[in-house]
C-alpha cells in the first residue's frame, strides 16, 4: 500500500527512541484499518509487506545512515532491527503466527528473511535495553519461522537472560519478567514439558524438556 514507505520511514529514521514508540503504538495496531481489510489473510499481507521494506531499505544511500549513530548511540541499522521486532510484536497480538488460526507463509518468510537467528541472538543482547525487550518480547514469533532451528527458545532464554537482567529501569524489568512467564506459561501447556523426576537424595528437580 501507498502508507507503507511513509510508514516505514517514520519508524526507522526518527532517531528519538521515545517519538519512534510512540508512532509504533499509534499507527502498527492500526494496519488493519489502514490496509480497509479485516480478513487475516489480507492483514498479514500488509504486515509481510511492512517488514520487507524496512528491511530491504539499507540500501547504499542509507550506507551513511547506518554508521552514524544517534544521540542514544543507535544506528540506522539498531533502529532498523528495533522496527522489524516491534513490527513482529504487533502482528503477535492479531495473531498472525497462531497456526492453530492460520500459517501466512510469506509473513514468515519475511520475518526469518528479516531476523535471522544470528540477528535475534544479537538483539537478545543487545546494549539498547529497548531492542533487548522488544526481542524478548517477540522472540516466540520469530522463531517459529525458522525451519532449520539451530535454538530453541528454551536455549535462547538461558543464553541471554543473564545479560538481559542488567537494566535498572523498573519498567523494563516488568516487562521482561511478564515475557519470561509467558515463556514457562507456553512450556507448561506443551506435552511434557515439565515432570517430576526422583534423584538419589531422595529430594525432587523439575526436568524441563522441549517437544521436538
Partial sequence: GAWVPSLGQSLTDVTDSRR????AAFCLPRIKTICGETRQEA???AFS?????????????HANLSSTPS???????DRQLWTICEIVRCATTE???????????????????AIPMRRLRGALVHF??????????????????????EDTELDLWKGSLPYAVKNDSKEFRASLLYSLLSFMDRLSMTDGS????????G???IEVKTSS
Fill in 43 to 45: 492483514v498479514a499481507e
Fill in 49 to 61: 509487506t511492512l517488514i520487507d521494506y524496512v528491511h530491504l531499505r539499507l540500501s547504499p544511500q
Fill in 128 to 149: 539498547s535495553p529497548l531492542i533487548r525487550l522488544v526481542a524478548f518480547q517477540s522472540m516466540n514469533s520469530i522463531v517459529k519461522t525458522y525451519t532449520d532451528q
Fill in 20 to 23: 519512534r514508540k510512540q508512532v
Fill in 203 to 205: 529430594g525432587d528437580d
Fill in 194 to 201: 515439565f515432570h517430576r523426576g526422583s534423584t538419589s537424595s
Fill in 95 to 113: 495473531r498472525l503466527f497462531d497456526h492453530k488460526v492460520g500459517q501466512h507463509q510469506e509473513l514468515e518468510r519475511s520475518v526469518s528473511s
Fill in 71 to 77: 544521540l542514544e548511540h543507535e544506528t540506522f541499522m
